[in-house]
Protein backbone atom coordinates (compact mmCIF):
# COMPACT_ATOMS: atom_id res chain seq x y z
CA UNK A 1 0.00 0.00 0.00
CA UNK A 2 1.50 3.43 -0.77
CA UNK A 3 1.80 6.21 1.73
CA UNK A 4 0.18 8.72 -0.12
CA UNK A 5 -3.13 8.32 -2.10
CA UNK A 6 -4.15 10.35 -4.70
CA UNK A 7 -6.92 9.82 -7.48
CA UNK A 8 -5.07 10.25 -11.29
CA UNK A 9 -7.92 11.15 -13.23
CA UNK A 10 -7.65 12.89 -15.17
CA UNK A 11 -10.04 15.16 -14.07
CA UNK A 12 -11.69 17.97 -16.50
CA UNK A 13 -14.07 20.97 -15.78
CA UNK A 14 -15.42 24.11 -17.51
CA UNK A 15 -13.98 27.38 -17.12
CA UNK A 16 -15.09 28.67 -13.32
CA UNK A 17 -16.08 25.74 -11.54
CA UNK A 18 -14.30 25.01 -8.18
CA UNK A 19 -12.10 21.91 -8.00
CA UNK A 20 -11.11 20.09 -5.29
CA UNK A 21 -8.05 17.30 -5.36
CA UNK A 22 -7.89 15.04 -2.45
CA UNK A 23 -5.25 12.83 -1.08
CA UNK A 24 -4.74 10.56 1.68
CA UNK A 25 -1.79 8.93 3.88
CA UNK A 26 -1.19 6.50 6.03
CA UNK A 27 1.92 7.64 8.01
CA UNK A 28 0.71 9.60 11.23
CA UNK A 29 4.31 11.02 10.61
CA UNK A 30 3.46 13.57 8.18
CA UNK A 31 3.56 17.36 9.70
CA UNK A 32 4.19 19.20 6.35
CA UNK A 33 1.73 18.96 3.83
CA UNK A 34 2.50 20.42 0.28
CA UNK A 35 0.63 20.84 -3.00
CA UNK A 36 2.99 21.10 -6.03
CA UNK A 37 1.87 22.27 -9.87
CA UNK A 38 3.59 20.89 -13.09
CA UNK A 39 2.91 22.08 -16.10
CA UNK A 40 3.04 19.63 -19.25
CA UNK A 41 7.08 19.60 -19.78
CA UNK A 42 8.17 21.64 -16.88
CA UNK A 43 9.39 20.49 -13.16
CA UNK A 44 6.81 20.53 -10.27
CA UNK A 45 6.61 24.05 -8.53
CA UNK A 46 5.53 24.69 -4.64
CA UNK A 47 2.13 25.94 -4.99
CA UNK A 48 0.84 25.99 -1.60
CA UNK A 49 1.98 24.64 1.93
CA UNK A 50 0.87 24.06 5.17
CA UNK A 51 1.82 22.61 8.50
CA UNK A 52 -0.17 20.70 10.57
CA UNK A 53 -4.01 20.71 10.56
CA UNK A 54 -6.20 23.15 9.35
CA UNK A 55 -6.74 26.04 6.57
CA UNK A 56 -4.42 28.38 4.31
CA UNK A 57 -5.91 30.68 1.87
CA UNK A 58 -4.00 32.28 -1.41
CA UNK A 59 -5.87 33.55 -3.47
CA UNK A 60 -8.33 31.37 -5.50
CA UNK A 61 -7.00 28.72 -3.62
CA UNK A 62 -7.45 27.15 -0.52
CA UNK A 63 -5.31 24.19 0.94
CA UNK A 64 -7.04 22.16 4.18
CA UNK A 65 -5.32 19.67 6.36
CA UNK A 66 -7.12 17.09 8.77
CA UNK A 67 -4.78 14.97 10.30
CA UNK A 68 -7.48 13.30 12.03
CA UNK A 69 -8.39 11.56 8.93
CA UNK A 70 -5.25 11.68 7.56
CA UNK A 71 -6.69 13.97 4.37
CA UNK A 72 -5.67 16.76 3.02
CA UNK A 73 -7.28 18.94 0.10
CA UNK A 74 -6.75 21.68 -2.27
CA UNK A 75 -10.15 23.65 -3.71
CA UNK A 76 -9.32 26.35 -6.97
CA UNK A 77 -12.32 28.52 -7.08
CA UNK A 78 -13.02 30.27 -10.50
CA UNK A 79 -10.83 27.83 -11.97
CA UNK A 80 -8.76 29.12 -15.63
CA UNK A 81 -7.93 27.20 -18.25
CA UNK A 82 -4.28 28.01 -17.04
CA UNK A 83 -4.77 26.09 -13.92
CA UNK A 84 -4.58 23.24 -16.17
CA UNK A 85 -1.78 21.11 -15.02
CA UNK A 86 -1.01 18.45 -12.89
CA UNK A 87 -1.08 18.51 -9.17
CA UNK A 88 1.02 16.70 -6.73
CA UNK A 89 0.28 16.32 -3.09
CA UNK A 90 3.87 15.85 -1.06
CA UNK A 91 4.36 15.30 2.49
CA UNK A 92 6.95 15.43 4.63
CA UNK A 93 7.68 14.82 8.40
CA UNK A 94 8.82 12.10 11.11
CA UNK A 95 11.96 10.77 12.72
CA UNK A 96 14.80 10.12 10.23
CA UNK A 97 13.14 11.53 7.19
CA UNK A 98 15.64 14.39 6.78
CA UNK A 99 14.06 16.72 3.81
CA UNK A 100 12.73 13.89 1.95
CA UNK A 101 8.99 14.38 0.49
CA UNK A 102 6.45 11.88 -0.41
CA UNK A 103 4.54 12.69 -3.05
CA UNK A 104 1.22 11.79 -4.66
CA UNK A 105 0.48 10.18 -8.00
CA UNK A 106 -0.73 13.83 -9.07
CA UNK A 107 -3.95 14.62 -10.43
CA UNK A 108 -4.16 15.63 -13.85
CA UNK A 109 -6.28 18.61 -14.78
CA UNK A 110 -8.18 19.90 -17.69
CA UNK A 111 -10.10 23.24 -17.15
CA UNK A 112 -12.05 23.88 -20.34
CA UNK A 113 -13.08 27.40 -21.64
CA UNK B 1 15.70 33.53 -9.16
CA UNK B 2 16.14 30.61 -8.36
CA UNK B 3 17.62 28.23 -10.84
CA UNK B 4 18.02 24.09 -11.14
CA UNK B 5 19.17 23.27 -14.53
CA UNK B 6 19.45 19.73 -15.72
CA UNK B 7 22.31 18.93 -18.61
CA UNK B 8 19.76 17.42 -21.10
CA UNK B 9 15.84 17.88 -21.92
CA UNK B 10 15.86 14.33 -24.05
CA UNK B 11 17.88 11.60 -24.25
CA UNK B 12 18.38 8.35 -25.60
CA UNK B 13 20.53 5.66 -24.79
CA UNK B 14 20.97 2.44 -25.90
CA UNK B 15 20.77 -0.81 -23.36
CA UNK B 16 23.92 -1.51 -21.82
CA UNK B 17 25.50 1.95 -22.06
CA UNK B 18 26.75 4.03 -19.25
CA UNK B 19 24.44 7.25 -18.74
CA UNK B 20 25.05 10.43 -16.93
CA UNK B 21 22.76 13.00 -15.73
CA UNK B 22 23.90 16.18 -14.43
CA UNK B 23 22.07 18.98 -12.38
CA UNK B 24 23.48 22.07 -11.31
CA UNK B 25 21.34 25.09 -8.95
CA UNK B 26 22.95 27.85 -8.20
CA UNK B 27 21.21 28.70 -4.86
CA UNK B 28 23.76 27.50 -2.45
CA UNK B 29 21.70 24.64 -1.24
CA UNK B 30 22.75 21.79 0.62
CA UNK B 31 20.17 19.03 0.31
CA UNK B 32 19.95 17.68 -3.35
CA UNK B 33 17.71 15.45 -5.04
CA UNK B 34 17.23 12.69 -8.22
CA UNK B 35 13.68 11.80 -8.68
CA UNK B 36 12.01 9.69 -11.44
CA UNK B 37 8.10 10.45 -12.68
CA UNK B 38 6.42 7.48 -14.31
CA UNK B 39 2.67 7.32 -15.24
CA UNK B 40 1.15 5.82 -12.74
CA UNK B 41 3.85 5.82 -10.39
CA UNK B 42 4.15 9.31 -9.14
CA UNK B 43 7.13 10.74 -8.07
CA UNK B 44 9.63 8.20 -6.50
CA UNK B 45 12.77 9.44 -4.91
CA UNK B 46 15.91 6.91 -6.28
CA UNK B 47 19.03 9.35 -4.51
CA UNK B 48 19.18 12.42 -2.39
CA UNK B 49 22.75 14.19 -0.86
CA UNK B 50 23.04 16.88 2.08
CA UNK B 51 26.48 17.84 1.36
CA UNK B 52 29.11 17.66 -0.70
CA UNK B 53 30.43 13.85 -1.10
CA UNK B 54 27.23 12.30 1.20
CA UNK B 55 24.98 10.77 -0.31
CA UNK B 56 21.54 8.71 0.57
CA UNK B 57 19.72 5.65 -1.01
CA UNK B 58 15.98 6.98 -1.63
CA UNK B 59 13.21 4.41 -2.24
CA UNK B 60 14.78 2.90 -5.33
CA UNK B 61 18.38 3.65 -5.76
CA UNK B 62 18.85 -0.25 -7.60
CA UNK B 63 20.55 0.42 -10.80
CA UNK B 64 21.89 3.65 -10.59
CA UNK B 65 24.55 5.75 -8.41
CA UNK B 66 25.02 9.75 -7.44
CA UNK B 67 28.31 11.91 -7.27
CA UNK B 68 28.61 15.39 -5.77
CA UNK B 69 32.19 15.92 -5.65
CA UNK B 70 30.68 20.46 -5.48
CA UNK B 71 28.39 21.66 -3.81
CA UNK B 72 26.28 23.20 -6.96
CA UNK B 73 26.15 20.05 -8.95
CA UNK B 74 24.95 16.81 -8.35
CA UNK B 75 25.29 14.00 -10.98
CA UNK B 76 22.98 10.46 -11.29
CA UNK B 77 24.70 7.67 -13.27
CA UNK B 78 23.25 4.34 -14.84
CA UNK B 79 26.19 2.05 -15.06
CA UNK B 80 24.56 0.27 -17.59
CA UNK B 81 21.35 1.31 -18.87
CA UNK B 82 18.09 -0.81 -18.94
CA UNK B 83 14.70 -0.43 -21.16
CA UNK B 84 13.05 -0.37 -17.76
CA UNK B 85 15.12 2.86 -16.44
CA UNK B 86 13.36 4.78 -19.82
CA UNK B 87 11.70 7.43 -17.94
CA UNK B 88 11.69 11.16 -16.79
CA UNK B 89 14.00 11.90 -14.49
CA UNK B 90 13.42 15.24 -12.01
CA UNK B 91 16.53 17.16 -9.91
CA UNK B 92 15.76 19.22 -6.72
CA UNK B 93 17.13 21.31 -4.47
CA UNK B 94 16.40 22.40 -1.11
CA UNK B 95 18.24 24.88 1.42
CA UNK B 96 18.21 23.99 4.70
CA UNK B 97 15.88 26.57 6.58
CA UNK B 98 13.60 25.87 4.00
CA UNK B 99 10.71 23.58 3.25
CA UNK B 100 10.47 23.80 -0.64
CA UNK B 101 12.05 21.97 -3.33
CA UNK B 102 13.07 23.45 -6.36
CA UNK B 103 13.35 21.33 -9.44
CA UNK B 104 14.99 21.15 -12.70
CA UNK B 105 12.89 20.95 -16.06
CA UNK B 106 13.30 17.04 -16.01
CA UNK B 107 15.46 15.16 -18.55
CA UNK B 108 13.37 12.51 -20.45
CA UNK B 109 15.77 9.53 -21.30
CA UNK B 110 15.06 6.41 -23.78
CA UNK B 111 16.80 3.31 -23.35
CA UNK B 112 16.01 1.18 -26.69
Known amino acids: QKEVEQDPGPLSVPEGAIVSLNCTYS??????FMWYRQYSRKGPELLMY????GNKEDGRFTAQVDKSSKYISLFIRDSQPSDSATYLC?????????????FGEGTQLTVNP | DVKVTQSSRYLVKRTGEKVFLECVQD?????MFWYRQDPGLGLRLIYF???????EKGDIPEGYSVSREKKERFSLILESASTNQTSMYLC???????????FGPGTRLTVT
Open chain 2, 92 to 102: ASRGPLSYEQY
Open chain 1, 27 to 32: NSAFQY
Open chain 1, 50 to 53: TYSS
Open chain 1, 90 to 102: AMEGGVGSGSRLT
Open chain 2, 27 to 31: MDHEN
Open chain 2, 49 to 55: SYDVKMK
